[in-house]
C-alpha cells in the first residue's frame, strides 16, 4: 500500500474504518474451508492491532507483513502473542484461545487462510487505524467477531454490542475518576471500557489508574478484551473473566485467584529460565577455565 493511500485512510471516520476492515476479514476467512474456526481470523486481527505504525518515512510495517510467506506470518504472529504474555503475564490465560492454533502446528491451508485474511485486513489499511490513536475512537475487534458470529452456526446465539456513540454517550454520563473502579459485567471485547477511558482522555485523566472489572461467558469475546485492554492503555488494573456473571455472583474471587496462579507461574518459568542460564554461563566459563589451564605441547614436553 503506498504513503499516499496511508494518509487518506488515517482520515477516515474509525467506527466506518473498523467495519470496513471487519467486513474484508469476514469475507476472507468466509471464503477458506476453515469458516468454522472463529479464533483464528479474529487471533489474525488482534495480532496485527499490536503491531505499531512506524514513522511515515521508513518502511511500511503493512508492506512487509504482506510480503511474507504463510509460514513467515504464522511466526510473526507467534513472536506478536509471545512478546504480549512476556511484558503482561496477568493476560496470559485470557489471550489463550486467540494463541492456541499458532502454537500446535497449523496444517499449510490454515496458515494460508490465515495470510489471506490478514492480507485483507491490511490492504484495508488495519495499521492506519490500530496503530495510531485512532484506535482509542473504536472497538475493531469487537466489528470483528461480531461479523464472525453471524455467519456462524450458532447465529442465534450471536451477541448484540453496544454501538459506540451510545457507549460514548454512556461514559459521558458516568465519567470515572481516576482511582475508581469501573466494571461491566457483560463486558464483551470491552466496548464499554474503551469509551469510558477515552471520555477520561478527553477530560485529561489517566484511565490507567482506574480498576477495570469485566466478564463474560464467550471465552473468544474476553480474548479480545485482554487484547483491547493493552490496546486502549487501561494500564494494569484490569480484572477480565470467562463467567456467567448471572450465576456466578463472585466472579471477580475468581478472577483474582486465576491471575495471581497465573502470575506466580510466570515468575517461576521466569526465575527458572534464568537459573539455566545462569548454570550455561557457569559451565562456559569453567570449561574455558580448564581449557586456559591445560598445557600446551612445548610445555608438556619441557617439563
Given at each position: ?9 488515517t482520515?477516515?471516520d ?16 468466509n ?11 479474529l487471533?489474525v ?24 510467506t ?22 496470559m ?16 491451508a ?12 491490511l ?72 469509551a ?45 473473566c ?26 517461576t518459568?521466569r526465575?527458572d ?21 591445560m598445557?600446551?605441547?612445548g610445555e608438556?614436553?619441557?617439563?
Open positions: 500500500m503506498g504513503r499516499s493511500t496511508r494518509r487518506s485512510q482520515h477516515r474509525p467506527g466506518q474504518h473498523a467495519a470496513a476492515i471487519a467486513q474484508a476479514v469476514d469475507e476472507s476467512w471464503k477458506s474451508n476453515h469458516s468454522g474456526r472463529r479464533d483464528v481470523a487471533s486481527v488482534a495480532g496485527l492491532s499490536l503491531v505499531g505504525q512506524r514513522d511515515p518515512d521508513g518502511p511500511d510495517p503493512s508492506e512487509q507483513l504482506r510480503s511474507q504463510p509460514e513467515g506470518f504464522n511466526a510473526t504472529l507467534r513472536e506478536i502473542y509471545t512478546t504480549l504474555v512476556n511484558a503482561r503475564p496477568d493476560l490465560h485470557l489471550v489463550y484461545p486467540l494463541m492456541e492454533w499458532m502454537f500446535n502446528d497449523p496444517d499449510a490454515l496458515q494460508n487462510a490465515a495470510k489471506r485474511t490478514a492480507d485483507a485486513a490492504k484495508q489499511g488495519q495499521l492506519d487505524l490500530t496503530g495510531t490513536d485512532n484506535r482509542h475512537d473504536t472497538d475493531l475487534l469487537g466489528h470483528v467477531l461480531t461479523l464472525l458470529k453471524s455467519d456462524s452456526a450458532g447465529k442465534a446465539n450471536a451477541q448484540i454490542y453496544t454501538p459506540t456513540p451510545v457507549a460514548d454517550l454512556m461514559a459521558r454520563m458516568t465519567l470515572p475518576e481516576e482511582g475508581s473502579s469501573v466494571c461491566d459485567p457483560a463486558v464483551g471485547t470491552g466496548g464499554l471500557l474503551r469510558a477511558a477515552q471520555a477520561m482522555r478527553e477530560q485529561g485523566r489517566d484511565p490507567a489508574t482506574v480498576a477495570w472489572y469485566g466478564a463474560d461467558i464467550d471465552d473468544l469475546a474476553v480474548a479480545a478484551a485482554a487484547v483491547n485492554s493493552v490496546l486502549w492503555g487501561l494500564g494494569p488494573r484490569i480484572l477480565l470467562v463467567a456467567n456473571t448471572l450465576a456466578e455472583g463472585d466472579w471477580p474471587r475468581r478472577a483474582e485467584a486465576q491471575r495471581a496462579e497465573i502470575v506466580q507461574l510466570a515468575e518459568v526465575r529460565k534464568l537459573m539455566i542460564a545462569a548454570v550455561r554461563t557457569a559451565q562456559r566459563i569453567t570449561e574455558m577455565v580448564a581449557e586456559d589451564d598445557p600446551d605441547e608438556s614436553a619441557a617439563s
